[in-house]
């Protein structure tokens, strides 16, 4: 080997190596800023928390149960460990990561519309917190093997989403009083049209969904959780295939065992919701008020 090969060599060894270290550095950096976030899921693994009501599910969980409301209205201390567009198999992940690292909670609300959401693009843009949980690397390997070896190879590759921006967001504040403002209502013309039979929250996507709804039953029954399963309030009139979501709500029940409280249509007012599956601060206090009013949830003081 001449010379002139051997210093070729030599330097791109050097720059491999450089690119790893540079990548493992940055990565490491990064992960110590995150875990320190207010960010709900760096707050659960920090660890040492210990909430008496734990809210999981999507956004439709997110805008219906506002943890500072409940908390407010109830004297509990509440806490969401919702996110937007979150399939069921991610609240799985999230309530086993929970009570491994914090005290169990008195209740669980789960909104129960995740079961109809994908879970490719959820468990990839949570991937950064591979380092803190032994479920979400096998779970990405899974749902996506390339996605998977690339955070093996890279592990900047890891903090690559807007989870990761919303987590350095909340750097030094809490992520809980998120929520519409009562201002934000949507179109009486659009809260009053249909969602259609086809509306992916009163789907069943077959896959890892409806086996991590039993495993958070199963978890909820080990650990002497009371568990509320329910449907979140939809706009008034959207609901136009009732049998739809009744038989949903039926096969939910049966699969786990577990009935599945209705809330479909327990606010009515139309000034309560931001478009037709979520609600704004308005809603979110009067849903608090239903949840009271009907046991679920005691009042403060009780």
């Given amino acids: 080997m001449n010379p002139q090969t051997t210093k070729r060599l030599i330097a791109v060894a050097v720059f491999v190596l450089l690119l790893f270290v540079g990548d493992r550095g940055l990565s490491a950096l990064l992960s110590r800023a995150e875990i ?17 009501v734990l ?3 999507n956004s439709r ?3 219906s149960m506002h943890a500072p409301t409940i908390s407010e ?3 509990k201390r509440a806490f969401h460990l919702g996110f937007n567009g979150l399939p069921m198999v991610m609240s799985g992940v999230w309530l086993a990561d929970y009570l491994e690292h914090n005290d169990p909670p008195e209740t669980v609300l789960l909104e129960v519309s995740s079961l109809g959401t994908e879970s490719v693009d959820a468990v990839r843009k949570f991937s950064f917190y591979q380092a803190s949980s032994s479920l979400l690397a096998p779970l990405l390997k899974e ?7 690339a955070t093996r190879v890279s592990h900047l590759y890891r903090h690559n989403g807007d989870a990761v921006v919303r987590c ?20 009486e013309a659009m809260l009053r049209s249909p969602l259609g039979a086809d ?39 959207a609901i136009d295939t009732p049998e739809v ?4 709500l039926e096969r939910v029940a049966d699969e786990t065992g577990q009935p599945v409280l209705d809330f479909s249509e327990a606010v009515t007012d139309l000034s309560a919701f931001r478009d037709r599956v979520h609600m704004n601060k308005k809603g979110l206090e009067l849903f608090a008020d239903v949840l009271i009013s009907r046991g679920i949830l005691p009042a403060s003081g009780s």
């Fill in 61 to 63: 969980s997110i805008h």
């Fill in 168 to 187: 350095l967001y909340f750097l030094g504040r809490s992520d809980q009083a998120r929520a519409f403002p009562s201002s934000q209502v949507g179109s």
């Fill in 55 to 57: 809210i999981l599910g």
């Fill in 199 to 237: 509306y992916s929250g009163f789907v069943i996507r077959e896959g890892d969904n409806l086996p991590a709804l039993k495993r958070v039953v199963q978890l909820c029954r080990e650990n002497g959780i009371e568990l509320r399963l329910m449907l979140a309030p939809l706009s008034p009139q």
């Fill in 73 to 75: 209205k109830t004297g």
């Fill in 36 to 52: 320190a976030s207010g960010f709900r899921y760096s707050r659960m693994y920090r660890g040492g928390n210990d909430f008496d």
């Fill in 245 to 248: 979501r009744d038989a949903f």
């Fill in 143 to 149: 749902s996506s093997a390339e996605d998977y070896w």
